[in-house]
Nanobody, 114 residues
Framework: QVHFEGSGGGLVQVGGSLRLSCEAS????????IGWYRQAPGKQHELVAQ???????RYADSVKGRFAISKDNAKSTVYLQMDNLKPEDTAVYYC????????WGQGTQVTVSS
């Protein structure tokens, strides 16, 4: 099964920006749909952005206009540019297939301070 490793998280103030990266253990062109999910404390995973093999993109309403997903097929890496961050964006962010696998790889913590 494919393994995803996220990175790029950190502590940022309200209104700040971060760029997350997620490297897959096999070519992402072999995966029909990849998403960025987040999990806040005590909550389930939430799909916030997804990109298809062909480049079709969709966003959750909560991040539309602030987040941008992209990918580099040659590097098997998916990115999430996050701008105008809000405290409610605080969570651990993960990559996974869409629909998600039961296995969640390495996430990256994003903390937005007010």
């Amino acid at each position: 099964q494919v393994h995803f490793e996220g990175s790029g998280g950190g502590l940022v103030q309200v209104g700040g920006s971060l760029r997350l990266s997620c490297e897959a253990s096999r070519p992402i062109l072999s995966i029909p749909e990849i998403g960025w999910y987040r999990q806040a404390p005590g909550k389930q995973h939430e799909l916030v952005a997804q990109i298809s093999r062909g480049g079709t993109i969709r966003y959750a309403d909560s991040v539309k206009g602030r987040f941008a997903i992209s990918k580099d097929n040659a590097k098997s890496t998916v990115y999430l540019q996050m701008d105008n961050l809000k405290p409610e964006d605080t969570a651990v962010y993960y990559c996974n297939k869409v629909p998600s696998m039961d296995y969640w790889g390495q996430g990256t913590q994003v903390t937005v301070s007010s």
